[in-house]
């Protein structure tokens, strides 16, 4: 073609390198689902170690989990000194069972999604989740269990920054809708002494959740209520504040917006609506992770999407909010607050 030039010789091989690490970018995932699936960080929690150790701890091919160490060393999860093998301060820090900012569980329910990201082409083709067309009527407990624990991680290492960028001083009530696991309305009550908060959730997600409320001593203070988002109300003017965190990219505009003029309903005068949420740019190409996320809920749900910044401020405005503005997070995600009028 008249202006392209496709000699050898010109070839950017920067170009080209960043094509192939997208093409082999899952080899890494697989590294580290391996490892958590061994849990070999927490393994190396109790000393250094040599890859023949370490083979006979987990009960595998020497040569073999000599390979994985040294790809697990190469991706900065481990080090390695002469023979021997330990976690890296990053490891240490999220790849430990029983340390308070675990993702193990969370990188568990990734390596779940293999499946179903497997199904890519065909829900582009179709427009729907294939995923989910053979799914039994029954929800699997086990199933249930897997996702909230992952939520749970997932929040674990959001709460601090989150409950340093909402004013709940003068609450005295908040509701956490479809709070699955409780962990951002735990860390709202124990940052916020004279706050009580309700998790509402689907009654098989409930069930667990008081289980992670216990866990935390806090039953005197944060409840759970079951009811689905779409069929149930939230009550009339209860609450002095909402927050609608990971749940408005499963829906539809037209069911998103129904949900947050239920939350202005159950709201009390001038009270406080919290959206947490992967947010788009208004081109819907940035940030990288909300503009692939989306493409997750194609996958795994019947309407779900990433959505806009300029969406969420419509569909408040229309569901009765105002003083609308928004708080970015270190992490890949935002709040988007509002106050009812």
């Given at each position: 073609?008249?202006?392209?030039?496709?000699?050898m010789?010109d070839?950017?091989?920067?170009n080209?390198?960043?094509?192939?690490?997208?093409?082999?970018?899952?080899?890494?995932?697989?590294?580290?689902?391996?490892?958590?699936?061994?849990?070999?960080?927490?393994?190396?929690?109790?000393?250094r170690?040599?890859?023949?150790?370490?083979?006979?701890?987990?009960?595998?091919?020497?040569?073999?989990?000599?390979?994985?160490?040294?790809?697990?060393?190469?991706?900065?999860?481990?080090?390695?000194?002469?023979?021997?093998?330990?976690?890296?301060?990053?490891?240490?820090?999220?790849?430990?069972?029983?340390?308070?900012?675990y993702?193990?569980?969370?990188?568990?329910h990734?390596?779940?999604m293999?499946?179903?990201?497997?199904m890519?082409?065909?829900?582009?083709?179709?427009?729907n989740?294939?995923?989910?067309?053979?799914?039994?009527?029954?929800?699997?407990?086990?199933?249930?269990?897997?996702?909230?624990?992952?939520?749970?991680?997932?929040?674990?290492v959001?709460?601090?920054?989150?409950?340093?960028k909402?004013?709940?001083?003068?609450a005295?009530?908040?509701?956490?809708?479809a709070?699955?696991p409780?962990?951002?309305?735990i860390?709202?009550?124990?940052?916020?002494?004279?706050?009580?908060?309700?998790?509402?959730?689907?009654?098989?997600?409930?069930?667990?959740?008081?289980?992670?409320?216990?866990?935390?001593?806090?039953?005197?203070?944060?409840?759970?209520?079951?009811?689905?988002?779409?069929?149930?109300?939230?009550?009339?003017?209860?609450?002095?504040?909402?927050?609608?965190?990971?749940?408005?990219?499963i829906?539809?505009p037209a069911?998103?917006?129904?949900?947050?003029?239920?939350?202005?309903?159950?709201?009390?005068?001038?009270?406080?609506?919290?959206?947490?949420?992967?947010?788009l740019d208004?081109?819907?190409?940035?940030?990288?992770?909300?503009?692939?996320?989306?493409?997750?809920m194609?996958?795994?749900?019947?309407?779900?999407?990433?959505?806009?910044?300029?969406?969420?401020?419509v569909?408040?405005?229309?569901?009765?909010?105002e003083?609308i503005?928004?708080?970015?997070l270190?992490?890949?995600?935002?709040?988007?607050l509002?106050?009812?009028?």
């Open positions: 073609m008249k202006g392209e030039d496709t000699t010789a070839t950017n091989h920067l080209a390198d960043y094509l192939l690490q997208l093409s082999c970018g899952y080899w890494k995932s697989h590294v580290l689902f391996t490892a958590v699936g061994f849990d070999l960080f927490t393994i190396l929690n109790r000393g170690r040599t890859a023949k150790e370490i083979s006979q701890t987990i009960q595998a091919n020497e040569r073999a989990t000599e390979m994985l160490l040294n790809a697990l060393v190469s991706l900065d999860l481990l080090t390695k000194q002469e023979n021997y093998y330990a976690n890296s301060v990053l490891s240490n820090r999220h790849l430990i069972k029983g340390n308070p900012y993702l193990g569980d969370s990188i568990h990734f390596h779940n293999m499946d179903t990201w497997a890519l082409r065909e829900t582009i083709e179709t427009g989740p294939v995923s989910l067309k053979d799914l039994p009527e029954e929800v699997d407990p086990h199933d249930v269990r897997d996702f909230i624990t992952a939520m749970h991680n997932l929040a674990s959001k709460t601090e920054e989150i409950c340093s909402i004013d709940l001083k003068e005295k009530l908040l509701l956490d809708i709070g699955g409780g962990t951002y309305a860390a709202l009550a124990m940052a916020n002494p004279g706050l009580h908060a309700v998790v509402f959730d689907l009654e098989h997600t409930i069930r667990l959740t008081r289980e992670f409320i216990a866990a935390a001593k806090i039953e005197d203070r944060v409840t759970t209520q079951a009811g689905n988002c779409l069929e149930d109300s939230f009550g009339e003017k209860v609450y002095d504040a909402i927050l609608v965190s990971n749940l408005l990219h829906y539809n069911n998103n917006t129904r949900i947050l003029r239920k939350c202005r309903d159950a709201l009390r005068e001038r009270g406080l609506i919290v959206i947490h949420e992967f947010v208004t081109t819907k190409t940035h940030p990288q992770f909300a503009a692939i996320f989306s493409l997750n194609l996958l795994g749900t019947q309407e779900g999407e990433s959505y806009s910044e300029d969406e969420y401020r569909w408040l405005a229309n569901a009765g909010f003083d503005k928004r708080i970015d270190e992490s890949n995600s935002t709040l988007i509002g106050k009812k009028k």
